[in-house]
């Protein structure tokens, strides 16, 4: 998956996030879009987030394209999963970064 795809479906998910719809339901919808293992992973991370698992955690288990920070944003101490998501795309579209599956 190249950088503009990921740019991309950090768009749909932010979108789809600032219409209201909860994050297990945008992953959900993001997910039945997509083929191969990124498909699989946001699968496998909505179900985490179904069955109670913190964010966090949840993305840590997860094979996915990381942004350059060491972690994930941690929405638990109250931001919003938007406003965590909405920088890293920019970050995809700016071509600098780097990201690494696993």
């Known amino acids: 998956m190249n950088l503009d795809s990921i740019a991309f479906l950090n768009r749909q998910l932010a979108a789809l996030l600032i219409d209201g719809v909860p994050l297990e339901g945008a992953l959900r919808q993001v997910a039945a879009e997509l083929r191969g293992p990124l498909r699989e992973e946001l699968t496998s991370l909505e179900s985490d987030l179904s069955r109670g698992v913190p964010l966090v ?6 094979r996915l394209p990381r ?12 931001c919003s999963p938007p406003s965590s998501i909405r920088p890293s795309s920019s970050l995809w579209e700016s071509g600098s970064a780097r990201w690494r599956v696993g």
């Open 67 to 78: 942004t350059p920070s060491k972690r994930p944003h941690d929405c638990t101490a109250g």
């Open 57 to 62: 955690e949840a993305i840590e288990r997860r």
